[in-house]
């Protein structure tokens, strides 16, 4: 029987023990260093970016699950160079300032520097900034006006005193003559040819530019103010715990809505009855939670909503008067008349001769028309959001709310 010839040289005993403890000692290695890798910091590997043209995070990110994605685009962002920086992903480290819970684009900021409100408040050009007010308006009123109605304007705000802030809003774009009224050169005048109460509020009034004052005045041009005492105003106002408000009207001016007339013998109203038919439910517009535009005062939590509220392209503001009610709660207890001060609506239609003769109408049949179609809009686009809100969290909607 042949006997089998084995090749090679057989291995010593110790020679074995080596390569044995070497494979062990290999492994074990490979094990520690295969568990710490996750803690190590890539962004400290000071290495040429051209060794790494093409980096699939995607590809990293699942070959090694520990490693959040943040980490991996920091890593990268460091072995790139610092080339730039991501908007969706900003570069965190220590020495960079980032702070989410700044408002929306001044992250990179230190919070104490961020000043994200601010005033109606007229400076010095020298001096100290801390020296500069004498005392700060607590309450704001606007008007928007054009200069032929010069003299009502002028008995108007003498009837506020130095705590209001009164801006004045051009729509004939004559500012300078008003300087013959010792009051306008404390005024802030801003001017834009044929332009609205509510153009002017959307763009000048934002929430955070009025937010120093606790009331807001979005006052017409032609209000009779004899029997009309601003402070006293604010007052019953603050007592009833009224958010949106307005004057009483009187009566033997003739008013549209019977919520707004005055009453005699009360402070406050918050309700009235209206035509047969015009009120479904006596807690909803016009028959309560309810003022006109004409003359609305608005707190300045109140008015941060009313402001998002109106449309960009809706200059006129019908359909607010019912909508405004969204922003209270409860509408019909924090929405109300003021009847101890009271105005009177003199109805001159000066805004109506701002418009354009078309097709054989008048300039202010024009200008009348674009409201009736803009209150349409507006209860139109607030019907269909509140629509595709309730379909979204798939609730049921209540009963419409637009008018």
Known sequence: ????????????????????????????????????FPTL???????????????????????YSGISKQALFNAW???KGNKG??????????????VPTNPRGAERLPPGIVASESDFYLRRLWGLPSEDLTIQPRYLVTFTVGYDQKKNIDAAVKKFSENFTIVLFHYDGRTTEWDEFEWSKRTVHISAHKQTKWWYAKRFLHPDIVAPYDYIFLWDEDLGVEHFDAE????????????ISQPGLDPDRGTTWAMTKRRDGVEVHKDTEERPGWCTDP??????AFVEIMATVFSRDAWRCVWHMIQNDLVHG??????MRKCVEPAHEKIGVVDAQWIIHQGVPSLGSQGQAQKGKAPWEGVRERCRKEWTMFQDRMTN????YYKAMEIDPPNSTAR
């Open 41 to 63: 910091s890539l962004s400290k590997m000071n290495l040429p970016s051209s060794l790494f043209p093409s980096i699939d995070l995607t590809y990293i990110e699942d070959k």
């Open 385 to 388: 959001a509140e629509k595709v």
């Open 77 to 79: 962002s460091s072995l």
């Open 85 to 98: 920086d991501s908007p969706l992903h900003p570069r965190y480290n220590e020495t960079e300032i980032w």
């Open 318 to 323: 019908w359909g607010l008067d019912f909508a």
């Open 283 to 288: 807690h909803l517009p016009p028959c309560a």
């Open 1 to 36: 029987m042949p006997i089998p010839i084995r090749s090679g040289t057989p291995k010593k005993p110790s020679e074995m023990t080596r390569l044995f403890m070497t494979t062990f000692i290999g492994i074990i290695f490979g094990f520690f260093l295969g568990i710490s």
């Open 232 to 243: 006293k105003y604010i007052k019953l106002v603050r007592k009833y715990g009224l958010e």
